[in-house]
Nanobody, 125 residues
Framework: QVQLVESGGGLVQTGGALRLSCAAS????????VAWFRQSPGKEREFVAA????????HYEDSVKGRFTISRDNAKNMVYLQMNSLEPADTAIYYC??????????????????WGQGTQVTVSS
């Protein structure tokens, strides 16, 4: 079992930056793929970014490419999401997830079986 706890959300103005953190406990994250998803009111949960366990190559949703960076520190059992040039459309609850997705499912929420409780990110215009 892996427990995930996100932190780092908050209120920021358009163009600002935030760094989300996800702390894992219960088991090492080193053998798991990790990802960030987000959900806005009235919308489906959507993929943001992922890093598979076997490959350091990141995957990003198109709207965040060049602005967001996912990273992991296996020694600290942590996952991060650096978010720059934030836009009001980025406002959502952000969730950290861990699982063992194959390459074709890295962007799919069903491929991840451990989830955090979420952290709110609000970008004001």
């Amino acid at each position: 079992q892996v427990q995930l706890v996100e932190s780092g959300g908050g209120l920021v103005q358009t163009g600002g930056a935030l760094r989300l953190s996800c702390a894992a406990s219960g088991s090492s994250l080193s053998g798991y793929g990790v990802a960030w998803f987000r959900q806005s009111p009235g919308k489906e949960r959507e993929f943001v970014a992922a890093l598979r366990a076997q490959s350091g190559y990141p995957h990003y949703e198109d709207s965040v490419k060049g602005r967001f960076t996912i990273s992991r520190d296996n020694a600290k059992n942590m996952v991060y999401l650096q978010m720059n040039s934030l836009e009001p459309a980025d406002t959502a609850i952000y969730y950290c997830a861990a699982g063992r997705p194959i390459a074709s499912s890295a962007r799919t929420s069903a491929a991840y079986y451990y989830w955090g409780q979420g952290t709110q990110v609000t970008v004001s215009s």
